[in-house]
């Protein structure tokens, strides 16, 4: 709903400030003047959305770090892993922290995904169906437009394909916890 909203808002604003940049060409006062004072309103409201989705995506992330960490310190307890941690020379220090601290880092970058998921979509969808209302007479060169995006979106997939990017995030998450993890061990040990 607030994707929709936020839609609606930005094609709202482009329209206004086009209203108000003819009105100051066309060097009419009165007109510029309500014009400014509309589009401020509609900045306004996009604030105000805006903080909104900010709002929602953070409730989203504490409810699913909330869960997330629940579920993966019951399963450490009940695995007794932390007897394997206490008796192994290289144990994590602080298994409860660093649980914590990784499901943070993690579900950060999920919300963020998720969103974008839903959004990508929604806002496509939301621009053919504008192309298609204005250009109801030459419709015809809408499944083009929208063939010419699914192939450019195809070509970056295979030449920066999702998986690559996925090992090399990977990659640098593992060294960071290696990093972290020396880190620790230092402080503790110095």
Request: hydrophobic share 45%; proline share 3%; charged share 20%.
């Amino acid at each position: 709903m607030i994707i929709v909203l936020q839609m609606g808002l930005r094609t709202l604003g482009q329209n206004m400030s086009r209203r108000m940049v003819a009105t100051m060409y066309l060097r009419n006062r009165a007109e510029f003047a309500v014009a400014l004072a509309r589009q401020m309103a509609v900045s306004f409201a996009s604030c105000c959305v805006q903080a909104c989705s900010f709002w929602c995506r953070r409730k989203l992330d504490i409810a699913w770090q909330k869960r997330l960490t629940t579920e993966l310190h019951k399963s450490y307890f009940e695995g007794s892993f932390f007897y394997r941690q206490a008796n192994m020379p290289s144990g994590i220090p602080d298994p409860g922290q660093r649980i914590v601290r990784d499901v943070e880092m993690l579900l950060h970058q999920l919300t963020r995904f998720c969103v974008d998921c839903v959004q990508g979509p929604l806002e496509m969808l939301y621009s053919v169906a504008r192309l298609v209302w204005y250009m109801s007479d030459r419709s015809y060169y809408v499944p083009i437009i929208v063939l010419y995006s699914w192939l450019m979106l195809q070509f970056r997939n295979h030449f920066a394909p999702a998986l690559r990017r996925g090992l090399l995030m990977a990659k640098s998450s593992k060294l960071s916890g290696a990093y972290r993890d020396a880190h620790t061990r230092l402080i503790q040990n110095a």
